[in-house]
């Protein structure tokens, strides 16, 4: 069964710094568009950033400058890395795979906060 393991969440003051990991297995993990998804309370998920296999990546105009997206194909792991967080940016924090099918993660919480 594949599994997608979020971490690193918290909680963080604005301005302040999170560096989110999500582990794959059993999956041809190089093969796969990992990506990251919030969920803020009321809304619905919405992509924050996504890696292909071919390492292009793609970023929510909202956190274009402060995250990044990046991948370990070694490790099966899939990274984000959040700088100058703003409390917008409280969600749930869900890593997705997608190549013949889709999986999601069980996600982590980020909450921005003084």
């Known amino acids: 069964q594949v599994q997608l393991v979020e971490s690193g969440g918290g909680l963080v003051q604005p301005g302040g710094s999170l560096r989110l990991s999500c582990a794959a297995s059993?999956?041809?993990?190089?093969?796969?568009?990992m990506g990251w998804y919030r969920q803020a309370p009321g809304k619905q998920r919405e992509l924050v950033a996504r890696?292909?296999?071919?390492?292009?990546?793609h970023y929510a105009e909202s956190v274009k400058g402060r995250f990044t997206i990046s991948r370990d194909n070694a490790k099966n792991t899939v990274y984000l890395q959040m700088n100058n967080l703003k409390p917008d940016d409280t969600g749930v924090y869900y890593c997705?795979?997608?190549?013949?099918?889709?999986?999601w993660g069980q996600g982590t919480q980020v909450t921005v906060s003084s």
């Open positions: 890696i292909t296999s071919g390492g292009n990546t």
């Open positions: 997705n795979a997608a190549y013949a099918m889709t999986y």
């Open positions: 059993p999956i041809i993990f190089s093969r796969y568009t």
